[in-house]
């Protein structure tokens, strides 16, 4: 047993060492909870992006390593998670791959601790004001709402559309704001808007309230595992008239659920695995022989969050915070699986959007929208 | 009005799934006093478990749909009766607190081995019943719905002829009234106690199932908030009361339902429903149909 003291110190010298001669990347994802389906993916993403870079030799002459944080889903967690990343494991550049909501709360954090940071998914507009240090890969629900408002205006051609909203979701009610504006501008009407909680499984009675005020097409602005189910009741209450969602629409789940009642339902989103772009093909078919299965959305942009950074670090020569910044604030068409990127004045990713229908129990490409 | 009647149907079919739950409360709650924290999460594997049978048995049958929800009964029976076994019979004489965290802790337990074992993502539920949905006078049925309501009076009928008719429901009552005299005139209190949570858990399990049906995504964590539902429905009727529990189920759905399809209040609803609570527990401490029983010296 006198070995044991000796043991462990020549166990922690050799840790040390080995943390000293990587660059760290801190990743905050709902891997557990109620949004763990969609931190798993964005979290695969990253993993797999890691893992290429470090195939290809890592960068700047020095492996890369996920430290990878938790959020439980949980209101506060990413707070805390950010600032054990920050202060315990002193990484470089902290990713975000989880929704808005906990991406507003590590925003600030690392703002403050000059840390960058990367929201792969948060599309709230509010993430990046929270200073210079914070990107994102994802295009913001501005666009998104209104990409589908002119959609809906354009190619629907509706004139009355009824409104679900997650009210505690800073996604589903940003979505729904920017909608609201642009489809009252294109000469449209919201005639009712309803919300639920997140994570409510009956909208029976907001549905049959929408009914009521006689709409042409129906806004789920929430999660696909909620707007999945409201596909399913509306059907059953007679409610015949399209239904469109956001980009969180896009998961194989929305199918499973759905069924029958999501078939012609329409919805915005990052990213098409049937894009006919070589990047985004090679990029495919890696994925599928390293996990067995098709990338998503998440996983997309989990991957592409971490090549910005991969790309930036290169750009500036050095890990330090506020030259890593300047290289992220200047990137220029960045070729990324989700798009070719640029990153604007307000530091979000500037690329186009794409709209899905759902047809045949799969998601059929309808057209590309511009920023 | 027809809106109205849409929205009353709306509520009694999740009324009843809640009125399912709180059965299985307050029948642990009048035997042991005490509230099994647990029960939302039994209530998750029974789900579970008819997800995994109903890919064995045909979709769209009703025999297939029987044996989904007989399965899943009888597993989940089987769990109550080891949780009772192993989490708190030997608490039993301790403290209510201790059992009460003792609950919780198993709650959790619960829910994260179904994360692990389950995996977090949600998982569509199979149509194990078949699926049709009728119209009437305007107002859409889905056959779904009705299978709730009939499966909960029947369940309803069935537990009160146990309670009130039978032997073991006998000394399920003595249990509750006084278990040490219970045990003197020779009921044996642990198989009393074994068959309440064999009997509540079995409940939760068809609530699941039921639950699953009407909102066919399932996922280990689908337990919570219908469970905290049901609790409340529980004390609402009067905890440890049967019919009340019943009651405090559809009460609650169908309020709310009302305030989730008003234009603008759906955000309160679960202000709504604690508010109501309170303002009966103001007016009938004991619940809606409870009755109040002086703490013995």
């Known amino acids: 047993m006198r070995l044991l003291p000796a043991t462990c110190l020549a166990f922690l010298l050799a840790l040390n060492l080995a943390a000293e001669d990587t660059i760290k990347l801190g990743e905050v994802a709902s891997l557990t909870g109620k949004q763990a389906s969609f931190g798993q993916t964005n979290h695969r993403g990253a993993v797999f992006a890691v893992e290429e870079l470090n195939a290809a030799g890592g960068v700047l002459g020095h492996k890369l390593e996920l430290v990878t944080e938790d959020t439980r889903s949980l209101q506060g967690e990413a707070a805390t998670s950010v600032k054990k990343l920050i202060t315990r494991d002193k990484v470089t550049a902290v990713l975000s791959e989880t929704g808005s909501t906990a991406a507003l709360e590590a925003a600030p954090l690392c703002q403050s601790a000059g840390v960058p940071m990367v929201s792969a998914v948060g599309t709230n507009p509010r993430i990046t004001e929270a200073g210079s240090y914070i990107f994102r890969a994802c295009f913001i629900d501005p666009f998104q709402g209104t990409v589908l408002a002119k959609f809906a205006a354009n190619t629907l051609k509706v004139r009355r559309v009824g409104l679900l909203v997650s009210s505690g979701n800073a996604y589903s009610v940003g979505l729904a704001k920017y909608f609201r504006t642009d489809f009252s501008t294109a000469g449209g009407a919201i005639v009712a808007e309803q919300k639920y909680a997140d994570g409510d499984k009956d909208f029976r009675a907001q549905l049959t309230a929408i009914k009521a005020a006689g709409p042409d097409a129906i806004f789920a602005t929430g999660d696909y595992s909620e707007s999945a189910l409201i596909c399913k009741q509306a059907r059953e209450l007679g409610l015949t008239v399209p239904i469109f969602g ?29 894009s006919k772009d070589p990047a985004v093909q090679g990029f495919v078919q890696r994925f599928r022989q390293r996990w067995g299965t098709t990338p998503d959305t998440g996983t997309s942009l989990g991957y592409d969050a971490v090549m910005l950074v991969a790309d930036a670090l290169r750009r500036a020569g050095s890990t330090e915070g506020h030259k890593l910044r300047d290289a992220l604030a200047t990137t220029k068409d960045f070729a990324g699986v989700t798009g070719r990127i640029t990153i604007d004045a307000q530091r979000n990713a500037s690329k186009s959007a794409v709209i899905f229908t759902v047809k045949d129990g799969k998601f059929v490409y309808v057209e590309s929208v511009a920023p | 009005m027809t809106e109205f009647l849409q929205q009353l149907l709306n509520g009694i079919s999740l009324g009843a799934i809640f009125a399912l739950i709180a059965l299985g409360y307050t029948m642990v709650y009048g035997v042991l006093r005490f509230i099994n924290f647990a029960h939302s999460d039994v209530f998750m594997v029974g789900a579970y478990v008819g997800y995994y049978i109903g890919k064995l048995v045909p979709e769209h049958t009703i025999w297939g749909g029987l044996a989904a929800l007989a399965g899943a009964m009888a597993v989940c029976a089987a769990l109550g009766v080891v949780i009772e076994r192993l989490a708190y019979r030997p608490l039993r004489g301790a ?19 179904g994360q692990f074992f389950f995996g977090a ?4 539920f199979p149509e194990l019943f078949p699926a049709t949905t009728f119209v ?30 039978t032997k073991i429901g006998t000394a399920m009552r003595a249990v509750s009234q006084n278990p040490k005299a ?6 044996d209190i642990d198989v009393v106690i074994s068959f309440t949570f064999a009997l509540g858990s079995a409940m939760a ?30 004390v609402l009727g009067g905890i440890g009361n049967i019919p009340g529990a019943a009651l405090g189920g559809l009460l609650l759905g169908v309020v709310e339902t009302f305030v989730n399809g008003s234009k603008d209040w759906s955000t309160y609803k679960d202000a709504i429903a604690f508010a109501l609570l309170i303002l009966v527990l103001l007016f009938r401490p004991a619940g809606l149909l409870g009755s109040f029983t002086k703490e013995k010296v």
Not at chain 1, 246 to 254: E, F, M, Q, V, Y
Not at chain 1, 256 to 271: L, N, P, Q, R, T
């Open chain 2, 136 to 165: 009437l006078h305007g107002i859409y049925v889905s056959s779904n719905q009705l299978v709730v309501i009939g499966v909960t009076l029947i369940l309803l009928y069935a537990l009160r002829f146990i309670v009130m008719g």
């Open chain 2, 121 to 124: 993502t949600p998982r569509p």
């Open chain 2, 182 to 187: 219970a045990s003197l005139v020779g009921i």
């Open chain 2, 95 to 113: 403290p209510t607190l201790n059992v009460l965290i003792t609950a919780i802790g198993v709650s959790l337990l619960l829910q994260n081995l």
């Open chain 1, 246 to 274: 956001g980009d969180t629409w896009d998961s194989p789940a929305l199918l499973e659920i759905g069924g029958k009642a999501v078939e012609g339902g329409y919805f915005s989103a990052h990213f098409s695995p049937e």
């Open chain 2, 205 to 234: 399990a068809a609530g699941g199932i039921l639950y699953a049906l009407n909102y066919p995504s399932i996922d280990p964590l689908m337990g919570v908030l219908p469970g905290l539902k049901a609790f409340v429905a529980a």
